[in-house]
């Protein structure tokens, strides 16, 4: 006898109230015969259904039943169907289904509390193909094969054995163990080519995941140290991409930031986003650089006549 099939029985008279032994035969591809004898098996653990013969007859659950409120009460019943819904909004479930049952089970309304969309505006399907693809990947632990452009857009084709989706700093990234690299790494869903990514038929065992996996996505590091002045118009960026600690706050109101990082070329054009809200006093190159893009950007837009 199968515990699933006699809470199948359950779920399906509390959604029903009544249905007749032939009726559940086929739902559950079972023999008439077997469901009477679970509902017996279920009649004597203390669950109030019955049978009935005649027009209108069949297996009834009592009116107004509902599972036994020790095992999970008032409020864990909310917090499971807010959870649930939660996830629906996520995509870490195709829709639902889970959720609506459980309310039916609890006898409650489902509330939904909570939207996401982690896709961002004017987002092509691809992207929210590939979100779908790789939190299949990781839940199923099948492998994922894509192509991969680093910073520099040089192309390779990874094979992976992901693990987690992580959101950083407006960014989504792929935690996976690379096959080809035998290691860690942190791949930006941007850079990965989502048209050409494959769900492999192979699948892998979990491994431990390392606390830190130095995510191309935190914090600055590298060896070239570096003093900027921010005007104070540019305060809440600039508190929201800098670390705390790495902030002064001057007695006009600028902001002085010092860090260290690898000064390559995606770090200076970031630092050029901030355009005249920012001054670089050190290093000296840096400033040099920085006056020269402005010149070029200046003279794109001088007026010929």
């Keep these: 006898m199968q515990t699933g ?17 032939a009726e559940l035969a086929r739902e559950l591809e079972v023999s008439t015969r077997t469901i009477r004898r679970d509902v017996d098996a279920l009649s004597g653990a203390g669950v109030p259904v019955y049978m009935t013969r005649g027009k209108g007859g069949g297996v009834h ?13 008032d ?83 990874r094979t992976v054995e992901p693990a987690r989706l ?23 869903l941007f850079r990965i080519d989502w048209e050409n990514m494959e769900l492999l038929p192979d699948r892998f065992a979990a491994r431990p995941i390392p606390e830190s996996l130095g995510e191309s996505g935190a914090r600055p590091r590298g060896d070239d140290e570096l003093v900027l002045r921010f005007a104070s118009s540019a305060k809440e960026r600039v508190r929201e991409e800098f670390a705390p600690e790495m902030i002064g706050h001057l007695d006009n109101g600028s902001l002085e930031v010092r860090l260290s990082c690898t000064l390559d070329e995606r770090t200076r054009f970031y630092l050029l986003s901030f355009g005249s809200t920012l001054e670089v006093l050190e290093p000296h190159d840096l ?17 010929q006549h």
């Design 287 to 303: 400033r040099t650089w920085l006056r020269e893009q402005a010149k070029r950007v200046a003279d794109i837009y001088c007026e």
């Design 75 to 157: 409020s864990e019943q909310e917090e499971i169907l807010a959870a649930l819904s939660a996830l629906g909004r996520t995509g870490a479930v195709d829709d639902d289904a889970v959720r609506d049952r459980l309310a039916r089970v609890f006898q409650r309304e489902p509330v939904d509390w909570l939207d996401m969309d982690f896709s961002f505006w004017g987002a092509p399907p691809e992207y929210k193909h590939a979100f779908d693809t790789i939190r299949r990947a990781i839940c199923t632990r099948h492998l994922l094969r894509f192509p991969y452009y680093d910073a520099a857009g040089n192309a390779s084709v």
């Design 166 to 188: 992580v959101f950083k700093e407006s960014c989504w990234y792929v935690r996976a163990y690379c096959l080809k690299r035998e290691d860690w790494r942190t791949f930006k």
């Design 61 to 73: 659950l009592l009116d107004n039943y509902v599972l036994d409120k020790s095992l999970v009460s």
């Design 5 to 21: 099939r006699l809470f199948e029985i359950v779920y399906l008279l509390m959604e029903r109230r009544r249905m007749t032994t």
